[in-house]
């Protein structure tokens, strides 16, 4: 009795996979989507809001993180060459000149990474951005 459940399970399997293939789908679709797509784009607009403000409001705190970080680090940097340059002057220039190619090579590696991320950052939110404004109703002055 198993064997004949299996064959019928494997017969039912074929018979579907062939009625509904990939083209059958996509024909469906098409043939359905005038009827369901309003009702989901009333229901699903909403949700999509949500998210593209969710998009702006990270970017926005990414962007503003991000400076800040290049602030501090600046900060860092200020502070690093004032060390330096008292050390120098009271030790008679030697460790302080070798070590500052190395702090100012660091600091353009790390603000050339801070650009990089910015850049990155702006380019991921951008769609998220245009669409906003697109969307956005025109000034009433306009």
């Not at 989507?33 to 998009?55: C, E, M, N």
């Not at 970017?59 to 940097?77: H, N, P, R």
Request: hydrophobic share 55%; net charge negative.
């Amino acid at each position: 009795m198993a064997i004949l459940e299996g064959a019928l399970e494997v017969a039912a399997e074929d018979v579907v996979g062939t009625l509904v293939s990939p083209p059958v789908l996509v024909v469906g679709a098409l043939l359905a989507a005038p009827i369901v797509a309003p009702r989901l784009s009333h229901r699903l607009r909403p949700l999509t809001k949500k998210l593209v403000k969710g998009a702006i409001v990270v970017y926005d705190k990414g962007k503003e993180t991000i400076t800040e970080l290049a602030e501090q680090f600046s900060d860092l940097v200020a502070e690093s060459r004032a060390e330096l340059a008292a050390a120098a002057a009271a030790s008679g220039v030697g460790a302080a000149q070798a070590a500052v190619p190395q702090v100012e090579t660091a600091a353009e590696s790390v603000g050339e990474a801070i650009a990089e991320a910015v850049e990155e950052a702006e380019a991921a939110a951008a769609p998220v951005v245009k669409r906003k404004k697109a969307a956005a109703p025109a000034p009433a002055g306009a």
